[in-house]
């Protein structure tokens, strides 16, 4: 099974890490930051918003059951695209809308689904979604990986 990621930033990783466990063709997914300047950055410092990360989820996936424009309906559906910096309470820049491309495929693929997004009508205000290159992944701590499903919980939202 040739095996692709993907990585995306849409607010607090918990609950959309919990999204995309769901998919079926999702062969895993992993917490953790990205696009920051700091190097093995812990939770205590992307949460001082100092460090440039954003909370991500690294998908790892098999291409021949899911594709990349599903993961990217999931990314979609799983927050807020207009906010910028924040997603519901949580504010700061490690909680932007963030789409990591790992390969030109991808950046076109995520391009595309930007704007058939912004001229859906499905939203009012901008989409603030970034589309940047992926740099270095760094793993979350332990216990944030699958924290919801650890907790029996489904997802974040009250």
Not at 11 to 16: A, E, L, M, N, S
Not at 75 to 99: E, I, K, M
Not at 114 to 125: D, P, Q, V
Request: aromatic share 10%.
């Amino acid at each position: 099974m040739a095996r692709e990621k993907a990585t995306f930033g849409a607010g607090c990783f918990w609950g959309v890490e919990e999204e995309f466990r769901k998919v079926p063709g999702v062969v895993d997914a992993a917490v953790g930051y990205s696009g920051g300047s700091l190097e093995n950055p812990t939770y205590r410092d992307v949460c001082t918003d100092r460090t440039g990360h954003a909370e991500v989820v690294e998908v790892d996936f098999d291409p021949a059951v899911v594709s990349y424009d599903r993961l990217l309906d999931v990314f979609w559906n799983a927050h807020d695209p207009t906010q910028l910096n924040r997603q519901g309470p949580d504010v700061g820049t490690q909680y932007r809308s963030v789409v990591f491309v790992h390969s030109p495929e991808q950046e076109a693929a995520a391009r595309a689904s930007l704007a058939r997004l912004e001229t859906s009508g499905r939203f009012r205000r901008p989409i603030a979604t970034r589309i940047e290159p992926a740099g270095r992944f760094w793993r979350a701590e332990d216990y944030h990986q699958q924290y919801l499903a650890k907790r029996g919980l489904g997802s974040c939202h009250v």
